[in-house]
């Protein structure tokens, strides 16, 4: 119970931090806005010559963009580089004396952050959807509503351990920024972040559907804008949890032996 009062007052304090920088949200919504623009102009020109591409109309690919960007909003983690900040310049050091984990730490600063994406970008993602298709929005039953933010909230941790590997290998490597920025992209292709997978080429997309990526953000748009079944449920848990439980060994594993070689080298 002790342990659990000390995440909480963390998240208390980091809500407070990240709504006092409203500057930085609004920048960050912004950008995400700046490529759903992009590719509206790019898949209006495409859609000129075309009234439906595999069955997908103009309207219905759109929308899945911008859910796939609200999405994409929520769930990448930012944190990476204090991570790597914090092994560099020698900060690690006070959470090896502190009776707090570092990466339940991590986890907490990372979801009062997305917390507060969560609750405004919903707010103004409906006011889109209102506005650009007139309240009709396609999406399944009540129960379909309630699946996709369990699935964001599921994308939002197997996420955050992607990323949380990546910051943890500071303690051996000591630039990863090219290996983030290429994982992030590779994640957003991936995941179905620039477009819906089933636009792919039939070899591709059976690769994807066995990968957890279309997990993150494919999986839970199509699930609100077009439903899903008892079936494809399964399957997705039966696929994510093997991997979100294997990134949490892995984690484990690495910040265990990274302390070790800090401590061995004189950190």
């Known amino acids: 119970m002790k ?13 407070k931090q990240v709504t006092d ?32 591409i595999k069955g997908m109309k103009f309207g219905e690919i759109f929308l899945y963009i911008v859910v796939a960007r609200f999405i994409s909003m929520i769930i990448t983690p930012n944190f990476i580089f204090e991570i790597m900040g914090d092994i560099q310049s020698g900060e690690i050091q006070h ?21 507060r994406s969560m609750l405004f970008c919903s707010i103004i993602y409906i006011v889109i959807f209102a506005f650009l298709f007139k309240g009709k929005i396609f999406y399944g039953s009540g129960v379909d509503i309630i699946l996709f933010f369990v699935e964001v909230m599921v994308a939002m941790v197997f996420y955050f351990q992607i990323a949380m590997v990546i910051g943890l290998l500071s303690f051996w490597i000591y630039e990863i920024s090219s290996w983030y920025y290429t994982l992030t992209f590779a994640i957003e292709f991936l ?17 994807c559907r066995y990968m957890p990526f279309q997990y993150m953000i494919y999986f839970p748009a199509r699930t609100l804008l077009m ?12 696929v994510i949890v093997p991997w979100i439980v294997g990134l949490g060994i ?18």
Not at 3 to 15: D, E, F, I, P, T
Not at 193 to 207: A, C, D, K, M, Y
Not at 227 to 238: A, L, N, P, S, W
């Open 95 to 115: 959470f090896i004396c502190k009776p707090i984990n570092y990466i339940r730490y991590s986890f907490v600063k990372y979801i009062a952050e997305k917390s």
């Open 250 to 267: 892995l984690l484990e594993v690495l910040w265990k032996n990274g302390l070790k070689h800090y401590e061995l080298i004189g950190g």
């Open 21 to 52: 920088y409203r500057f930085e949200f609004l920048a960050e919504l912004v950008c995400t806005f700046i490529p759903v623009i992009a590719l509206y102009y790019l898949w209006s020109d495409i859609y000129i010559a075309e009234n439906s």
């Open 191 to 207: 995941a179905g972040g620039l477009f819906p997978l089933t636009l792919l080429p039939e070899s591709v997309s059976n690769i």
């Open 3 to 15: 342990a659990l009062k000390k995440y909480v007052s963390v998240y208390r304090l980091m809500w």
């Open 227 to 238: 439903g899903t079944d008892r079936t494809e449920v399964i399957r997705y848990f039966y």
